[in-house]
C-alpha cells in the first residue's frame, strides 16, 4: 500500500513506520518534530516537516495515498489540563484536517491512535474486570477527552463517508526497538522515569499511594511492548472494511504493579532505585488493564513479548545508548 502516518517521527509513530517499510509498503511521514525526532525514520520514508493541520498539502488526490495512519498529536495529561485549548487544537483541529483531506483526496483508510485512558476503571473496586471496548467511556482530563472526540468524529465520517477505520486504544505502551525509545519532555511514564532513577538523572522516585487493595498495595497497569503495539497497526490496516468502524484495545490483558515494575528495574539494571512514598493522586485508578479478546480474535494479534522483564531491558539499553548512561 502506498500510506502517510502523521506524526511518524515520534515513539509509537516511527516503530510504526520502521515496520510498514519492512513490509513492503510506501511510506510517506509528516511531523512537524516539536516532540519527534528526524533521525527515527527510516531512510526509505518520504518526509514532509508539516504541522498535521496542514496536511492537505501532501494528502492530496494526486498522491494516491491507500490509507492513513494518524499518530500526531499531544499526549501529556498535566499539559493538557493547564492548557486545553492547546490540546482541542492539536488533537482534534489536527485529525478534522486529516478527514478533511482524506475526503477530498478520497483515501479510504484510517488507522487512529487512541488510548485506554478515556475509559475510567473504578478506583475503589476491589476485584476489577478487564476493560473492554464496551466499557463506558469517562476522560476524566482535556488529553483523554480530545480523544474521545476524534473516536467520535471518525466513526461519523464512516458512516456518512464509506471510509473505513480502526482506533487503537492504547494501554501502557513501553519498551524500545533498538534506538526507538521514549524521550519526552517532561516524561511522565512509569518505566522511564524509574529509569531514570536507576541511571542517575533522578535522586529518587515519588511512589503514589501504597495503601490500594492490590497485591502489594499500589497500583496495577498494563504495560504492552512497543514492537508489539505497532504490529496490531499493520493487521488492523489489513482488516479495514469500506464504511466499517472498529475500536481494538491493545494490551497484554496482565497487570503490573507500581512496585513490580520498580524491581523489575532495580533487576535489570543491578541498580538502586530510592523511592520517597507520596499521597495517592486524585483519579488514580487502582486496576487498570486490558481485555484483548477482540484483538485477538479479529486480528490474529498476539504479543511476543508480554514479560515485564523484556520490556525492561529494552528500554534499559535504549535509555543508556539515547542518554549516555554507563
Known amino acids: 500500500m502506498n500510506v502517510l502516518v502523521t506524526g511518524g517521527a515520534g515513539y509509537i509513530g516511527s516503530v510504526v513506520t520502521h515496520q510498514l517499510v519492512d513490509a513492503g509498503h510506501d511510506v510517506t511521514v509528516v511531523d512537524d518534530l516539536s516532540t519527534g525526532f528526524a533521525e527515527n525514520l527510516p531512510e526509505r520514508a518520504t518526509f514532509h516537516k508539516l504541522p498535521v ?106 458512516t456518512a463517508y464509506g471510509i473505513g477505520a480502526a482506533s487503537l486504544r492504547y494501554f501502557n505502551a513501553s519498551g524500545a526497538v533498538g534506538m526507538l525509545g521514549e524521550r519526552h519532555e517532561p516524561e511522565s511514564h512509569l518505566i522511564p522515569i524509574v529509569l531514570q532513577v536507576a541511571g542517575g538523572q533522578r535522586d529518587m522516585l515519588l511512589l503514589y499511594g501504597d495503601d490500594y487493595p492490590t497485591v502489594d498495595g499500589t497500583c496495577v497497569r498494563d504495560y504492552v511492548h512497543v514492537a508489539d503495539l505497532a504490529s496490531a497497526h499493520l493487521l488492523a490496516l489489513d482488516a479495514i472494511e469500506p ?75 535504549f535509555h543508556r545508548a539515547a542518554f549516555g548512561v554507563r
Open 53 to 158: 493541520q496542514e496536511i492537505a498539502s501532501v494528502l492530496t488526490p494526486d498522491a494516491g495515498f491507500d490509507a492513513v495512519l494518524h499518530f500526531a498529536g499531544k499526549i501529556e495529561v498535566a499539559e493538557s489540563v493547564a492548557r486545553p485549548d492547546f490540546y482541542w487544537y492539536e488533537n482534534v483541529i489536527g485529525a478534522y484536517h486529516v478527514l478533511s483531506a482524506m475526503r477530498a483526496a478520497g483515501t479510504p483508510r484510517l488507522i487512529f491512535s487512541s488510548t485506554a485512558s478515556i475509559y475510567r476503571a473504578d478506583p475503589t473496586e476491589s476485584s476489577p474486570e478487564p476493560l473492554r471496548e464496551d466499557a463506558p467511556p469517562a476522560p476524566l482530563n482535556p488529553y483523554a477527552a480530545t480523544k474521545l472526540s476524534v473516536e467520535m468524529m471518525i466513526a461519523a465520517h464512516c
Open 243 to 317: 464504511g466499517a468502524y472498529e475500536l481494538y484495545n491493545l494490551g497484554t490483558g496482565v497487570g503490573h504493579s507500581n512496585k513490580q515494575v520498580i524491581d523489575a528495574v532495580r533487576e535489570v539494571t543491578g541498580r538502586p532505585v530510592p523511592v520517597t512514598l507520596a499521597a495517592r493522586r486524585p483519579g488514580d485508578p487502582m486496576v487498570s488493564f486490558a481485555a484483548v479478546d477482540k484483538a485477538r480474535t479479529r486480528l490474529g494479534w498476539t504479543p511476543h513479548r508480554p514479560s515485564l522483564y523484556d520490556i525492561v531491558a529494552d528500554a534499559w539499553e
